[in-house]
């Protein structure tokens, strides 16, 4: 069992900056991907990107290429989503999640099998 908490969430003005980080224990040892999703009020989850414990892989979904960056200290086991140039419609909650397989990567979120709480993130105008 992996317990995932999450930190760093709040209000931000556009344009501005934050970053999310990820506490991770318990039984870590066979994370293969740490993943970050997102839910909009009204919305479906939606997959951020995701980073490949081991070997620092990183994979994005494609509108977010070039604002938000994931990385991991694997000492601490902590993962981070740094966020920038933030904008209104990057308001959502914000999860981590680990898995154990490859197909994490991808942004499949029925291969993530523990999930944090959540943490909120609001960008305003």
């Known amino acids: 069992q992996v317990q995932l908490v999450e930190s760093g969430g709040g209000l931000v003005q556009a344009g501005g900056a934050l970053r999310l980080s990820c506490a991770a224990s318990?039984?870590?040892?066979?994370?293969?991907?740490m993943g970050w999703f997102r839910q909009a009020p009204g919305k479906e989850r939606e997959f951020v990107g995701a980073?490949?414990?081991?070997?620092?892989?990183?994979n994005y979904a494609d509108s977010l290429k070039g604002r938000f960056a994931i990385s991991i200290d694997n000492g601490q086991n902590t993962a981070f989503l740094q966020m920038n140039g933030l904008q209104p419609g990057d308001t959502a909650i914000y999860y981590c999640?680990?898995?154990?397989?490859?197909?994490?990567?991808?942004?499949?979120?029925?291969?993530?099998?523990?999930w944090g709480q959540g943490t909120q993130v609001t960008v305003s105008s």
């Open positions: 999640a680990r898995s154990k397989i490859a197909a994490a990567w991808y942004g499949t979120s029925s291969a993530y099998d523990s």
């Open positions: 318990g039984d870590t040892s066979r994370t293969f991907v």
């Open positions: 980073i490949v414990v081991h070997s620092g892989g990183t």
